[in-house]
Nanobody
Framework: QVQLVESGGGLVQAGGSLRLSCAAS????????MNWFRQAPGKEREFVAT????????DYADSVKGRFTISRDGAKNTVYLEMNNLKPEDTAVYYC????????????????WGQGTQVTVSS
């Protein structure tokens, strides 16, 4: 079972930036896909971005495309989410997620999860 530890959340003003990190305890075939999800108060958890340990392809939710960048450092087993031009509607708990390639990437019901890190964007 992979352990995921997120860090880097905080309070930032609108237009600011934050970088989230997710350290994974192991990398296996069943955890080749690394995702970021987020959950705002009163809302369902939603997909944010995805990347694989193998390859370089990435994908993003439309709401963050052009502002957020997901990347990985294989040597450190760490995935990052660079968030720029943050908006108040980006306020949420951000979760790191690891899953197999055989399950839907954007479905919030699969894989292993970190404890989450709070991101708050003030207007």
């Amino acid at each position: 079972q992979v352990q995921l530890v997120e860090s880097g959340g905080g309070l930032v003003q609108a237009g600011g930036s934050l970088r989230l990190s997710c350290a994974a305890s192991v990398r296996t075939f069943s955890t080749n896909v690394m995702n970021w999800f987020r959950q705002a108060p009163g809302k369902e958890r939603e997909f944010v971005a995805t990347i694989r340990w193998s390859g370089t392809s990435t994908d993003y939710a439309d709401s963050v495309k052009g502002r957020f960048t997901i990347s990985r450092d294989g040597a450190k087993n760490t995935v990052y989410l660079e968030m720029n031009n943050l908006k108040p509607e980006d306020t949420a708990v951000y979760y790191c997620n690891a899953r197999s390639t055989i399950v839907p990437i954007r479905d919030g019901n699969f894989g292993s999860w970190g404890q989450g890190t709070q991101v708050t964007v003030s207007s």
